[in-house]
């Protein structure tokens, strides 16, 4: 049985940059490059032609960025997967491209065989961002976030749903959440997809921080099987 291809879009204002890694990912297996963006503008108005599985975008562009195209695209194009590339981490922009709805965030010298896992990884529900990156987010939300917000989400969430958000806070992946519970893949994914609907959060990262900002659930707390 074929692997599906995972269709992306590459956004950069850089010609050179984004020529190189088009030629890098296409000649990866189960990964195709449909199309190509030179600013924001022209990445919102190609996702809602191409409807594209993953958008590879450079946070930093002239005109429209990285931020603002992202904001556009979530709203037109829910079911795309957005992971940011920029050359230095900074953490304003980290914290607004997160909450614009990307769903990852990568330094531009990262490794080909780590851009791979990312692209896989975001198109299966995982959140494309290292620890310290996440570590990052998680002290921002805490500070920053839903401010004057009321605790009502929290209390329609299941024993099950708060089991899924704890370990979602260490930043295991489905699978692993799967593994230390004891339950199907497939089924951590619905959990996480209520979760989200739940607490009106754009994707697990935010999540994740929420539940530590809110304190819905602590880093010592036990997780039953």
Known sequence: METALIRILLVDDHTLFRKGLAGLLNKEDSLEVVGEAQNGEEAVARALQLKPDVILMDISM???????????????????KIIMLTILEEDKKLFEAIKAGAHGYLLKNVSPVNLFQTIRGVVHGEA????????KILREFTRQAREGSTNKHEEQLSTREIEVLQLLTKG??????????????????????NILEKLHLVNRVQAAAYALEKRVVSDDKPVKA
Do not use: F, W, Y
Not at 67 to 77: D, F, G, L, P, T
Not at 128 to 135: F, L
């Open 62 to 80: 002239p005109g429209m960025d990285g931020i603002a195209a992202a904001q556009k695209i979530r709203e037109a194009v829910p079911s795309t």
């Open 128 to 135: 494309a961002i290292s620890g310290i990156t996440a570590a």
């Open 172 to 193: 295991l992946t489905n699978k692993e959440i799967g593994n230390t519970l004891k339950i199907a893949e497939n089924t951590v994914k619905n959990h996480v997809r």
